[in-house]
């Protein structure tokens, strides 16, 4: 399934399918600005999105085998809620 599938979905609720497409991306917007001030997002029941911060640390060039170091960053992380969990078993 991707963004224009659940659009779809949206349209068969709202009244048209350019609603369903401001409401999908009013959703997508909502979370990524939320996540993008370090906010983490609960939806009950489905999950929650979050950011996680990764310390630098040492890797491999899989090419050269030489040793590099992999930065730190802030990464976006989802954890799946317990109903999610059930329903996907």
């Known amino acids: ?44 029941g489905f999950g929650t999105f979050k950011t996680v911060d990764r310390q630098k640390r040492q890797g491999k060039n899989p090419r050269t085998g030489k040793t590099i170091t992999i930065p730190a960053k802030t990464a976006p992380k989802f954890v799946p809620g317990k109903s999610l969990k059930e329903r996907v078993k």
């Open 1 to 44: 399934m991707n963004k224009g599938d659940i659009i779809n979905e949206v349209a068969k609720v709202v009244a048209t399918k350019k609603q369903a497409k401001a409401a999908v991306d009013c959703f997508i917007e909502t979370i990524s600005n939320a996540l993008e001030d370090k906010e983490a997002v609960t939806l009950v």
